[in-house]
């Protein structure tokens, strides 16, 4: 699975507005359908109120923070699943990515055509569902099919074939049903044995209401029916307004930035709400290193160990891992130093076995000649 988030919808819902604002990086951006035929991809800075902190207490001379890849993918229609539109290119597209943006039209604006001429945020989901669901049906289909043909054929085949055909028969029925399979709630196990088909309706979503200004602060209708939906689906849900965000993109200062939100009566953006949640939907997570060269966040996948983490930075690391010195990033900014976390007993020498947490400092030590052996 892809480490990056695709931005998906009918065309004409705000999709490139919202890649642009994300990566200050313009997209095509126009009235009309299938304005993006191929994907825009733009990396972003994870925003990580831990890294300001942490640059506050040990100040360095470069900040670098963690990065995340969106891709801003074709307009999808009715049909798709059969090719109508750009649906075979927008498919290939979709099955590459880790996490979905699936971004839904909440506003009413005369000026900007609407694919099906109507604002209906429940028909747009599903329109777009349908078209997933119908493009794994016939992936699962046809693997469900080869694979009873070999068991009715081949007693080794029958046997290896013993836990994939339940789950490839529950997949499938779920999608002739026209439901996502991830609203089968599957164990790691059974994903596993659907891993290398790559369907798209496995990939966990986040639904993304594009709203007008005036709603960004109070739920409408069409957000109301969005956030029902995502409800029953185990979705989450973040509330944007496209237009508004493109506005802060185009400010040159932070300074401007934080006014023009106060000015609206929010804390933060949307967009950076909506990085934070495809970054942890996709199980990244991150861990700092920090020293008066570089203050930087590092991403990792949960459940990763010292050696591996270490790898990120370098391979050699890795290889030649030794130990890591560790403390958590809260930490420090309970004793506001390094050597008052020492003092305190807080920092930890650890091994190769230790699962790294979210928020840690780490200084990893390793031996150049010890990765040869």
Same mark, same amino acid.
């Given at each position: 699975?892809?480490?990056?988030?695709?931005?998906?919808?009918?065309?004409?819902?705000? !999709?490139?507005?919202?890649?642009?604002?994300?990566?200050?990086?313009?997209?095509?951006?126009?009235?009309?359908?299938?304005?993006? #035929?191929? $994907?825009?991809?733009?990396?972003?800075?994870?925003?990580?109120?831990?890294?300001?902190?942490?640059?506050?207490?040990?100040?360095?001379?470069?900040?670098?923070?963690?990065?995340?890849?969106?891709?801003?993918?074709?307009?999808?229609?009715?049909?798709?699943?059969?090719?109508?539109? /750009?649906?075979?290119?927008?498919?290939?597209?979709?099955?590459?990515?880790?996490?979905?943006?699936?971004?839904?039209?909440? @506003?009413?604006?005369?000026?900007?055509?609407?694919?099906?001429?109507?604002?209906?945020?429940?028909?747009? #989901?599903?329109?777009?569902?349908?078209?997933?669901?119908?493009?794994?049906?016939?992936?699962?289909?046809?693997?469900?099919?080869?694979?009873?043909?070999?068991?009715?054929?081949?007693?080794?085949?029958?046997?290896?074939?013993?836990?994939?055909?339940?789950?490839?028969?529950?997949?499938?029925?779920?999608?002739?049903?026209?439901?996502?399979?991830?609203?089968?709630?599957?164990?790691?196990?059974? !994903?596993?044995?659907?891993?290398?088909?790559?369907?798209?309706? /496995?990939?966990?979503?986040?639904?993304?209401?594009?709203?007008?200004?005036?709603?960004?602060?109070?739920?409408?209708?069409?957000?109301?029916?969005?956030?029902?939906?995502?409800?029953?689906?185990?979705?989450?849900?973040?509330?944007?307004?496209? !237009?508004?965000?493109?506005?802060?993109?185009?400010?040159?200062?932070?300074?401007?930035?934080?006014?023009?939100?106060?000015?609206?009566?929010?804390?933060?953006?949307?967009?950076?709400?909506?990085?934070?949640?495809?970054?942890? #939907?996709?199980?990244?997570?991150?861990? @700092?290193?920090?020293?008066?060269?570089?203050?930087?966040?590092?991403?990792?996948?949960?459940?990763?160990?010292? $050696?591996?983490?270490?790898?990120?930075?370098?391979?050699?690391?890795?290889?030649?891992?030794?130990?890591?010195?560790?403390?958590?990033?809260?930490?420090?900014?309970?004793?506001?130093?390094?050597?008052?976390?020492?003092?305190?007993?807080?920092?930890?020498?650890?091994?190769?076995?230790? /699962?790294?947490?979210?928020?840690? #400092?780490?200084?990893?030590?390793?031996?150049?000649?010890?990765?040869?052996?």
């Amino acid at each position: 699975m892809g480490l990056n988030c695709g931005i998906v919808g009918l065309p004409n819902v705000g !999709k490139s507005t919202i890649f642009s604002a994300l990566t200050a990086a313009p997209a095509e951006i126009a009235n009309y359908p299938f304005c993006t #035929i191929n $994907p825009n991809v733009g990396i972003v800075d994870v925003p990580d109120a831990r890294l300001d902190q942490i640059v506050a207490l040990i100040p360095p001379k470069k900040i670098i923070p963690a990065t995340f890849e969106f891709v801003d993918i074709a307009g999808l229609v009715a049909g798709a699943s059969k090719g109508e539109g /750009l649906g075979n290119q927008f498919l290939a597209n979709i099955r590459e990515v880790g996490v979905l943006a699936h971004v839904v039209r909440c @506003f009413d604006n005369g000026d900007i055509v609407h694919v099906s001429n109507r604002i209906d945020p429940s028909s747009d #989901i599903e329109t777009i569902n349908t078209e997933l669901a119908l493009a794994d049906l016939e992936t699962v289909t046809n693997r469900y099919t080869k694979q009873l043909k070999l068991t009715r054929l081949d007693k080794e085949a029958q046997k290896e074939n013993e836990k994939s055909l339940p789950v490839l028969l529950l997949a499938k029925e779920c999608l002739e049903e026209g439901k996502p399979v991830r609203s089968l709630n599957l164990d790691e196990e059974q !994903k596993a044995l659907l891993y290398d088909l790559h369907l798209i309706t /496995l990939k966990p979503v986040v639904y993304v209401c594009n709203v007008d200004e005036e709603h960004i602060l109070e739920d409408n209708d069409y957000v109301k029916t969005v956030k029902a939906i995502a409800e029953v689906e185990g979705s989450e849900v973040v509330v944007i307004s496209g !237009k508004m965000e493109a506005e802060i993109s185009a400010l040159e200062s932070e300074a401007d930035k934080k006014e023009f939100l106060e000015a609206a009566g929010l804390e933060e953006s949307g967009l950076n709400r909506l990085i934070r949640h495809a970054y942890h #939907i996709l199980g990244m997570r991150t861990f @700092f290193t920090a020293g008066p060269d570089e203050d930087r966040a590092w991403t990792f996948r949960a459940g990763s160990k010292a $050696p591996q983490t270490a790898g990120i930075i370098h391979t050699d690391f890795e290889k030649g891992f030794i130990k890591a010195e560790v403390y958590n990033c809260d930490d420090l900014f309970t004793y506001k130093s390094e050597l008052k976390v020492r003092e305190a007993g807080k920092l930890r020498m650890e091994g190769k076995e230790y /699962l790294v947490q979210d928020g840690d #400092i780490m200084h990893f030590l390793f031996n150049v000649n010890k990765q040869a052996k």
